[in-house]
């Protein structure tokens, strides 16, 4: 419904929502400064005085009528202030389209919330042990999963009626513009682009890995190098990125979510399955000095707090959906992102102690659970299971550079209908989308070290997902003072921040204690 905003000035905006009732202009209202729930919930705003014309007339028995829904963004609310963020939602890909439901936001939230990056959780349990390995994984579970809920509940405004359709828009309402581009764009421009550099890393390696698996000892043809791995999956993804909105590629969302279960669940499986290696160690692993020690463990919470991402997509996931007063979007999203972490949950907690339990202390640091599994296992498994395992990690990948590339998109064509003040044409879309894939290849061969220095920029994006939500939800819902919603979100978000400061110092500390091996171009 956000779609019906025409863009030819204040007074046509005004009147754009025939479905309201009218009885009176609209400028000299004043705007509503709360509603309650129950009555943002309700089918009619009767209670308001501004439905009647100065709060004076009270026979107003057609409004009264349960079948009457003011859209999200009607002209009771801020309609003049609509104006200035809405008209150009119908040209971009993220609200392009808003005919979304509970299953396409379980099936985007699922593909965005898994992914490589939980095979290396049994690596955090090598310092922290059993006890305190569980423990920070269930702790870090819950707190992001009630960042998620924050999220979706402040998605749209119930003052003012504007939905905050991407990340970015609810940062600057919620800091201001220039501290929001301080503070957040960085961070979110990294978990986009610097994920869809990632991925092309993986996608390209685990190709060349899947090709030698399935061609076998006695191959004969001259393989691939690692570059042109990468090119030819690089080229896969930018031909499927060609798909025009968010919604239209829920089909793709399903591919990755099940082929990353998939994965997850037969890693963790076969690991298991193959029994505990001979000679296995669950002693944590402890450094020499003191502060090697510190930082030791701080490394290990950082592999836990960034095995959990996507909350940068959860806003953007929502605003393909419809909403108006009666059904606001909250209520089927909430109800998909609970399906996908329960699938979330059912995939890594496996992972971590069905891992930990089968590899110990001699899990490889670096490739987690893939590595373990073909460095160990490589002779025991029939080559069609870890073909399988390999190829599941590549089709994740490619469908996961769709959901990730999204954001960069629609900011990329924004640029252009800000200024245009008209859709982008189609062969501007296949441009941008295919410039924006080659330049992530681009920088994956130029900058094959950024996986080394991920560490330290994950510490940097980290409030992202556990810090920033608790301070929007502050600014918008404006809860009670000293009240316990006030107190536990001032604490989680001080807590994420400092969190994120100390992660940041540690990853600067390994990063010039071990020594990164500068390459550029060496893949």
Same mark, same amino acid.
């Given at each position: ?5 025409p863009a ?5 905006s ?11 202009? $609209? ?11 129950s ?7 009767? *209670? ?15 409004i ?13 609310r ?23 439901? @509970?299953?396409y ?5 699922? +593909? ?34 009630y960042?998620? !809920?924050? /999220?979706?509940?402040i ?7 504007? *939905?905050?359709?991407?990340?970015m828009?609810?940062a600057?309402?919620? %800091? ?9 764009s ?5 978990l ?5 550099? @990632? ?15 399935? +061609? ?10 690692? $570059? ?24 793709v969302?399903l591919?990755g ?6 994965? +997850?669940?037969?890693?963790w499986a ?20 003191e ?13 836990? @707090?960034f095995?959990f ?7 953007e ?10 059904h ?18 059912? +995939? ?7 891992? !930990? ?9 670096n ?11 490589? *002779?025991?498994?029939?080559r069609? $299971?870890?073909?399988?395992?390999s ?44 410039? %924006?894939?080659?330049?992530c ?8 070290? /950024?996986?080394?220095v ?22 918008m819902?404006?809860?009670?003072t ?6 536990i ?5 001080l ?29």
């Open positions: 419904m956000g779609d019906h905003h030819h000035g204040e007074t046509e005004v009147n754009s929502a025939p479905i309201t009732p009218r009885p009176m202009s $609209v400028a000299p209202t004043p705007p509503i400064v709360s509603l309650p729930p009555q943002f919930h309700s089918p009619s705003l009767t *209670r308001s005085p501004l439905l009647t014309p100065g709060g004076t007339n009270r026979k107003t028995p057609r009264r009528t349960p079948r009457f829904i003011t859209p999200l963004g009607s002209p009771l801020k309609a003049i202030k609509l104006t200035k963020l809405d008209p150009q939602d119908a040209w971009l890909p993220i609200t392009e389209s808003r005919n979304g439901n @509970a299953y936001a379980a099936y985007h939230t699922l +593909c965005s919330g898994i992914g490589i990056q939980a095979l290396v959780l049994p690596v955090a349990f090598t310092i922290l042990g059993w006890a305190w390995g569980v423990i920070g994984l269930t702790l870090a579970f819950i707190w992001q999963l960042t998620l !809920y924050l /999220l979706v509940h998605h749209e405004s119930t003052e003012d009626g504007i *939905r905050y359709s991407r990340y828009q609810l600057s309402a919620t %800091f201001g513009d220039r501290l929001a581009k301080f503070l957040a960085f961070p979110i421009m990294y986009s682009g610097g994920t869809c550099v @990632a991925l092309i890393v993986i996608g390209g390696a685990t190709s060349k890995m899947f090709y030698e698996t399935i +061609c076998g000892a006695g191959c004969t043809s001259k393989p691939l190098t690692t $570059v042109e791995w990468y090119l030819v999956f690089t080229c896969v993804a930018v031909l499927l990125s060609q798909l025009p909105n968010l919604n239209s590629i829920a089909g969302s591919v979510s099940l082929t990353a279960v998939g994965y +997850c669940t037969a890693i076969v690991s298991v399955a193959e029994g505990r290696l001979p000679n296995v160690n669950y002693n944590p692993v402890r450094s020499k000095t502060i090697s020690k510190i930082f030791d463990v701080l490394n290990a919470l950082g592999i836990i @707090a095995a991402r996507g909350h940068n997509l959860i806003l996931i929502q605003a393909t959906m419809p909403s108006s007063e009666k606001p979007s909250s209520i089927p999203m909430w109800r998909g992102v609970k399906v996908a972490y329960t699938l979330v949950a059912m +995939c890594l907690f496996p992972l971590a102690i069905g891992g !930990y339990w089968a590899y110990g202390g001699m899990i490889p640091p490739g987690g659970m893939l590595a373990a599994l073909l460095g160990f296992h490589s *002779r025991d498994v029939a069609s $299971v870890l073909g399988l395992i190829f599941f990690v590549i089709i994740n990948a490619i469908c996961s550079f769709q959901l990730y590339g999204m954001p960069m998109f629609d900011d990329m064509e924004s640029a252009y209908t800000t200024r245009c003040k008209k859709p982008a044409p189609w062969w501007l879309r296949v441009i941008i989308r295919a410039m %924006f894939g080659f330049g290849f681009f920088v994956a061969v130029a900058i094959p070290f /950024l996986g080394s991920a560490g330290l920029v994950g510490g940097i994006s980290l409030p992202v997902t556990l810090a920033y939500p608790c301070f929007m939800w502050l600014k819902k404006k809860p009670k000293y009240s316990p919603s006030w107190w979100n001032w604490f989680l978000g807590l994420g921040m400092g969190l994120s400061a100390i992660l940041t110092a540690a990853g600067l500390y390994v990063v010039i204690d071990t020594g990164v091996k500068v390459s550029f171009f060496k893949p």
